[in-house]
């Protein structure tokens, strides 16, 4: 009997010693980070564990990870030492308020535990009974697995991305035909929030003359600079967005040996969607619509007196939208 027990002693001192401890580092540097939230209650006399809290851990490039407390109230990860961001997407409900927490932590060794209650929730809002009937059942469908959504991350629009297209251009100078034609570009850009991006476009399309009297084409070139809005949350895998952009355009072509090049500046104004078919990784179609001025003419690289004309461009392109420095976990 000595012997059994001193065999379950020693067997519950190996298992106490396989489980880390918050600030603990694994042997690639990171640290285990681990988030306590508990809600304490009316009288102040208890603490009441929050379990299924889903939390996105976003890191400074961008990066993200999701995690969710278990029935205990405990949720663990482990990350590379520095600042990142605890947020709860959806608010968690309890006499009659809805919490959410939304805090930016220095993850150490000596700071790996992160203690949540009402105390620093970052918002609180009283709910009506309709509302907190309807969680309650999303809650309980998320533990039963009856939702199909889990509420993991779907779609990322945050850090660096990548985005080549095919496209079709076309222009339209002023009381003359509609000129259009095929081509290719790519956008880079950043996301600095989940519904704000910057970027930078370049594309190409080589477009018939559709003046009966002038055979041949051009090739006409945007670059654009600008902004872009998302729409909808992580959770979702179609994303619709809207830009805005200064752009710069220029048609060049060669005639009787000649290099001629006509530019200048406009206004994009455009739309998309980008569908996820992994969470860093979209199908992208988009269409924009630009309007300015063609005020500048050089041929063989010398500047001529042009009368400035105005010209409005439609561009509708397919692509992929890529982040290739996220983590899709």
């Not at 990350?79 to 009659?96: A, Q």
């Not at 619509?289 to 690289?301: A, M, Q, T, V």
Request: glycine residues 12%; contains cysteine; charged residues 20%.
């Amino acid at each position: 009997m000595v012997g059994v027990c001193g065999g379950l002693t020693l067997l519950s001192a190996v298992a106490a010693a396989q489980i880390p401890s918050a600030g603990e580092r694994d042997p690639s540097g990171r640290v285990l980070a681990r988030v306590i939230v508990t809600i304490t209650g009316e009288s102040g006399s208890f603490g009441h564990p929050v379990s299924g809290l889903r939390f996105l851990v976003v890191a400074e490039n961008g990066d993200r990870v999701a995690i969710r407390t278990d029935d205990a109230g405990v949720a663990g990860t482990l990350l590379l030492p520095g600042s990142y961001r605890f947020v709860t997407p959806d608010p968690y409900e309890w006499d009659g308020n809805a919490y959410t927490w939304d805090r930016v932590v220095a993850i150490r060794p000596e700071t790996a535990i992160i203690r949540l209650s009402q105390a620093n929730a970052s918002k609180i809002v009283a709910v009506s009974p309709s509302i907190r009937t309807r969680n309650r059942i999303r809650r309980t469908a998320r533990r039963t697995g009856t939702r199909q959504d889990d509420g993991e991350v779907a779609s990322i629009t945050e850090g660096f991305f990548l985005a080549p297209h095919l496209l079709g251009a076309s222009l339209e100078f002023e009381d003359e035909e509609v000129e259009s034609g095929g081509g290719a570009g790519v956008t880079i850009g950043y996301g600095f929030t989940r519904m704000f991006a910057a970027f930078f476009t370049i594309d190409a399309a080589n477009v018939d003359i559709r003046d009966p009297g002038i055979s041949g084409d051009y090739t006409l070139a945007h670059a654009d600079l600008g902004v872009r809005f998302n729409f909808r949350s992580e959770t979702q895998k179609a994303i619709p967005y809207v830009e805005l952009a200064l752009t710069g355009r220029a048609a060049e072509t060669t005639d009787d040996g000649a290099d001629i090049r006509l530019s200048g500046g406009a206004l994009t104004l455009g739309g998309g969607l980008n569908y996820y078919f992994q969470p860093k990784l979209a199908v992208d179609v988009g269409l924009s619509f630009s309007g300015g001025r063609f005020d500048k003419l050089e041929i063989d690289g010398d500047e001529v007196p042009y009368e400035e004309v105005d010209a409005t461009g439609t561009r509708f392109r397919v692509g992929l939208t890529w982040y290739p420095f996220a983590s899709s976990r």
